[in-house]
């Protein structure tokens, strides 16, 4: 057998790391469809529970996830202005709730 009728090892190692990256990158959008449809989302919270204490959620002028509301330093009415959100698309009340909701440990 010559090189070139079977990958070495090295190839294939480096074939399937680049399926799963791909995977891995694609998976969370397909599952979530990052619409908001498909998390139920709405704009208003259920008790306890709301995009501004979630462990996605993106706080208005903040530059990482997590923080919440309270943490991201913001004060006042800064605080309480849309942001976003890692899994949904669009604009995210901090008021607001979905089905991926998960709070910040």
């Known amino acids: 057998m010559t ?3 079977t990958p070495s090892p090295r190839r294939a190692w480096l074939k ?3 399926v799963i990256s791909v995977a891995a990158a694609t998976l969370p959008k397909l599952a979530f469809g990052d619409s908001k449809a498909a998390v139920h989302y ?3 919270p259920v ?3 709301m995009c501004g204490m979630c462990r996605f959620f993106i ?3 903040a530059t990482s996830p997590g923080k919440g509301m ?3 330093g ?4 800064k605080a309480c202005q849309d942001g976003s959100c ?3 698309a669009g604009e995210i009340s901090p008021m607001g709730y979905c089905t991926l909701y998960s709070p910040l440990a």
């Open 47 to 49: 008790p306890g529970k």
């Open 86 to 88: 890692q899994v949904v």
């Open 70 to 72: 309270m943490g991201s």
């Open 3 to 5: 090189q070139h009728e």
């Open 59 to 61: 706080a208005h002028g």
């Open 16 to 18: 399937k790391a680049f």
């Open 74 to 77: 913001m004060s006042g009415m």
């Open 42 to 44: 709405q704009d208003h």
